[in-house]
């Protein structure tokens, strides 16, 4: 879909054209377009700006039952198919990080009790962000911005194990995370005040 945006440091216009949706079985281009942020990026041709755009887009991937809408609008959870994970999120970078949480094979709500969990280790309010999980004993590692720097944490697998244990023993939290649901660390908080 072409759409008309400004370059944020001249201003000049630019018409870019961005698909409005990805199916990750049937486009496995695009899926790693999205994956890497491409898909969402444009290059101004009057002063070479990188730009990122911001549009309402949806990551279907059938193989995962997963489906992740990126909007900052109500959305309607009605059209999520049943056995599917559906989620939505307010950035590219929170669809980037939900599609690796996704294909490491983890589960997202795990993963953001394990941010909260690591937050309150680091004595930090921190906006942490899942990077990858590595190695032998599948170990977890989270970003997080300081001073202008990216800082990486790394956490051990057993963190995710026993969060797995907290979710099971509270199912509020499971069930609360229907349709649509916009699972991140402030989400996480309310159940943990």
Partial sequence: ????????????EH?????????????????????????????????GTVNLLKVPFLYHDPAEHLMLVLTDAPVNAEGVPEGYTGRQVRSVGDLIEKI?????GLDDLIIEMCKFVTCRELKKEVPLRFVS??????????????????EMVAVGFNVYEDCAGILRRNPVIRESATGLATIDQAWMA????
């Fill in 190 to 193: 309310r159940f943990f005040r």
């Fill in 133 to 150: 999980m590595n190695g032998a004993d599948s170990e977890m590692t989270f970003a997080y911005p300081e001073k202008g720097e990216m």
């Fill in 1 to 12: 879909m072409p759409i008309t945006t400004s370059c944020s440091r001249c201003g000049a």
């Fill in 100 to 104: 690796k949480i996704f294909d490491a």
């Fill in 15 to 47: 018409t870019a054209d961005i698909p409005q949706s990805v199916n990750a079985a049937t486009s496995p281009e695009l899926r790693e377009k999205v994956r890497s942020g491409a898909l969402f990026t444009w290059t101004c041709p009057h002063c």
